[in-house]
């Protein structure tokens, strides 16, 4: 019943394909009018980074964050450093330098202007009790009253050193530079325009004696932005390697022209789709478009390569054509369906990112069964016949087929194939146990070590206690709730319990603004400089340190104004994976004890750059034991059901698991930690395997249909779809290659190298594997092909 219902779905097929055959123009105009379709989109296609897609929205730490970006400031946060080299800042020239910075920052676009922060800032103020006992403060810095003289510039000093959220905070402790810090509104940022306003400021203050820092997300977002003609610049070279490739393959006009083709219109369909539905083109994830753009190509390859050799047999072009499509339609529209399902599972990731990526990427890799499968067999039914019919490359093909003969083509040979790939995968579990979910190193891996962005981010953090910053949110349930004595010291308590990390580098709170200006109540006498017992004193000393600034909101950055939420910040230095899993852990626990003491107290993680990263790298984990999984069990499942035979999914599975092992094992030799960036390119690589293992069972299968012995049906694979897999993954490869070479971001040329060496391991695998395999476990739904009345191969 089964094998009858599924030859009626193959007979349905081929009269399918009779109908293609037939009308030739009539698809090939289809496929055109909707490359038009698509080609009128493209000036919809967007180019830029959207921070928040690339946050778990569902995430709690995410959520926590999104709370209180907008009052006590998010992760996009620039961080200037103007360093002194000789002396300290307090010299007229530096402070007005720091002050000039401050300025300049303070009117870039997208700036939050109420979280604006420096020495030389209005909200900056030395706070003290006047001859009638009043509250009053003064700006540590005022350029309008001239230059300071040196009693006035020693006086500046002390001053700052007796103010704690400004000592270390904003001053370095060796009083050597200064920090200029200012949050953006992620609502509207323009991280290009806000880039090149930034680079400007801080080419004007370029001055002699003095060092100009910069770090930040918006920073580093910038910097990716500067390097889009760079990238156009790979797009036109990568175009040329494939090209001549092509031409060293094929050496024949339709051999180059149509994956070329293939390439264009596939491109047209991806980029226009994703035009229309408003998805934006990540930069940091535009290796993946490359490689499937060349996977069309390769797609194309295998038709072409295939018409050719059917062409040397049956010397004419149409019955070439049909006769490629008949042999290739099910292992090529096979492969690319895994391909684009193993992309769209990209969907279950938790960032809209993933989303957005696995829904663009998946449809962009479907559509080559148009733009490729279908356009190249129709194309070289309507083209002129080439004159020269005899097929090309054929010493290289016999090379291949003694190779195996001598290896996989032998019970021993096979035997030991296998034996090697067992023992490999065992090596490999070492180097995987290495691999972190998460940054591995200070600093950014999107950039080279020696980038201005990762020698600022450097610089500042030997100066000052840390540019990383984590958030807490406390939050009670009425009004004024954060005034009581027992969630002031809580606060406390919560702040000593995370100074126990040694990497913290300091931290800031409203506890420590109360304790400063209660001293000042007393004569400035240091007994006074505690918690006092009620909330109204509290209260009262809040109001003070408030009402002694003319400027509104001088609280802003520790409390609401409704005081039922203070923000806890802390300082660290990296925001590696095991930075973040060592705070997460000891915020928890210190969060676990502060709520049985106050169980009607809110404490929750996570703001800043290190409460969100925490938030990344735990849902990367969960979509990460997702996704992968997820592919490989689809990729089980279709061949499975194409081929109605486990053993068939199992052994289409078997190189994919061995080459994302072997992945997994680069990874952990290299450092390449698992993060937002690189799960998208394993996913994609590790359905790339399908299809040279697809291609290649397929071809042992005709052959055996034919030759009726195993080995040499093997040998005659490989000597033929061998050598087309073998420049399939070349062409795969040739589509990243360029950025290893010309890319100045790191990472993409850390990804290329990456899909490089999947390519390669998955290339190896499905030929050796999947041939010693058979030889070795003659698997029945190879050994029972033949061809039915239609001509169709099947089991």
């Not at 097929?13 to 109908?19: D, F, N, Q």
């Not at 040397?312 to 049909?322: E, N, P």
Request: proline share 5%.
């Amino acid at each position: 019943m089964v094998s009858q219902f599924k030859h009626s779905i193959t007979h349905k097929l081929h009269k399918g394909e009779e109908w293609l055959f037939a009308n030739p123009k009539i698809v090939l105009a289809l496929i055109l009018a909707m490359t038009v379709v698509f080609g009128l989109a493209l000036p919809k296609l967007r180019v830029y980074s959207d921070f928040a897609d690339l946050l778990p929205q569902n995430h709690p730490y995410i959520q926590v964050y999104n709370r209180l970006k907008e009052n006590f400031g998010g992760a996009n946060m620039i961080v200037m450093s103007i360093e002194v080299e000789q002396g300290t800042i307090f010299n007229n020239e530096t402070l007005k330098l720091v002050h000039e910075a401050t300025q300049g920052v303070d009117g870039l676009p997208s700036v939050n202007h109420n979280l604006v922060n420096s020495l030389t800032h209005r909200t900056s103020r030395k706070i003290y009790v006047d001859q009638y006992g009043g509250f009053q403060s003064d700006s540590y810095y005022d350029p309008l009253k001239g230059d300071l003289s040196v009693a006035q510039l020693e006086q500046l000093k002390k001053d700052v050193i007796a103010n704690p959220t400004i000592f270390g905070l904003l001053v370095s402790p060796d009083l050597k530079a200064a920090l200029v810090k200012a949050q953006l509104n992620e609502s509207d940022l323009d991280y290009e325009k806000t880039f090149a306003a930034l680079q400007k400021v801080r080419a004007d203050l370029a001055a002699p004696g003095h060092k100009i820092y910069v770090t930040g997300n918006p920073v580093l977002t910038g910097w990716v932005y500067t390097y889009l003609n760079q990238i156009i610049e790979i797009l036109a070279w990568t175009l040329a390697l494939l090209a001549t490739l092509l031409i060293v393959y094929f050496r024949r006009f339709y051999g180059i022209a149509l994956p070329l083709l293939g390439i264009a219109l596939s491109t047209i369909w991806g980029l226009g789709f994703m035009a229309m539905v408003g998805i934006n083109l990540e930069p940091l994830s535009l290796p993946i478009p490359f490689l499937i753009a060349a996977r069309a190509t390769s797609h194309g390859v295998q038709l072409v390569a295939r018409y050719y050799e059917e062409l040397d047999i049956v010397k004419d072009g149409k019955k070439a054509a049909r006769n490629s499509l008949d042999a290739l339609f099910r292992p090529g529209s096979l492969a690319i369906i895994v391909d684009a399902v193993g992309i769209a599972v990209l969907m279950l990731g938790a960032a809209p990112f993933n989303h957005k990526l696995g829904l663009a990427a998946g449809f962009w890799g479907f559509s080559v069964i148009f733009t490729v499968h279908f356009m190249v067999p129709l194309a070289l039914t309507v083209l002129p016949q080439p004159k020269k019919t005899e097929n090309a490359n054929q010493g290289v093909r016999d090379f291949l087929g003694k190779a195996m003969a001598l290896t996989g083509g032998t019970d021993g040979g096979a035997r030991s194939i296998l034996v090697l790939t067992l023992i490999g995968a065992i090596g490999a579990t070492y180097f995987v146990s290495m691999v972190k979910l998460g940054e591995s190193e200070p600093g950014s891996p999107l950039l080279h070590h020696d980038h201005d962005y990762n020698i600022s981010t450097a610089a500042i953090n030997e100066r000052f206690p840390g540019s990383e910053e984590l958030h807490v949110s406390v939050r009670t349930k009425e009004k004024g709730g954060i005034k009581q004595p027992e969630v002031m010291r809580a606060i406390e308590r919560f702040q000593a319990h995370m100074l126990n990390d040694p990497t913290v580098g300091g931290t800031k709170a409203i506890p420590g603004v109360v304790r400063v200006v209660n001293k000042l109540t007393h004569n400035d006498d240091p007994r006074w400089m505690q918690i006092p017992d009620t909330s109204r004193e509290v209260g009262g000393l809040m109001f003070a340190y408030m009402a002694s600034s003319p400027i509104p909101g001088a609280l802003k950055e520790f409390v609401t104004p409704d005081e039922s939420e203070a923000d806890i910040v802390f300082y660290y230095k990296d925001h590696q994976a095991d930075t973040i899993n060592r705070v997460v852990a000891l915020a928890e626990e210190g969060i676990a004890q502060l709520r049985k003491e106050l169980p009607d107290v809110e404490i929750a993680l996570g703001g800043g750059i290190i409460g969100v990263n925490a938030a990344v790298n735990q849902s990367l984990h969960t979509d990460h034991m997702i996704i992968i999984p997820a592919v490989m069990i689809l990729a089980f499942v279709l061949v499975m059901v194409y081929y109605s035979s486990l053993h068939a999914g199992w052994l289409m599975v078997l190189p994919m698991l061995f080459a994302t092992l072997m992945t997994y094992a680069y990874m952990g030799a290299m450092g390449i930690g698992i993060n937002v960036n690189t799960v998208p390119v394993i996913a994609v690589g590790v359905g790339v395997g399908i299809d040279y293992a697809v291609y290649f069972m397929d071809r042992i299968r005709e052959e055996f249909a034919e030759l009726h012995d195993i080995k040499q049906a093997v040998i005659r694979a490989v000597a033929t779809t061998g050598y087309a897999v073998s420049f399939t993954a070349i062409t795969l490869i040739a589509g990243v290659v360029m950025w290893i070479f010309m890319s100045d971001l790191r990472f993409q040329s850390d990804a290329a190298i990456l899909l490089s060496f999947m390519l390669i391991v998955n290339a190896i695998a499905a030929v050796l594997i999947v041939p010693a395999w058979c030889v070795v476990f003659k698997p029945k739904f190879v050994t029972a092909a033949h061809y039915d009345e239609d001509g169709v191969l099947e089991a």
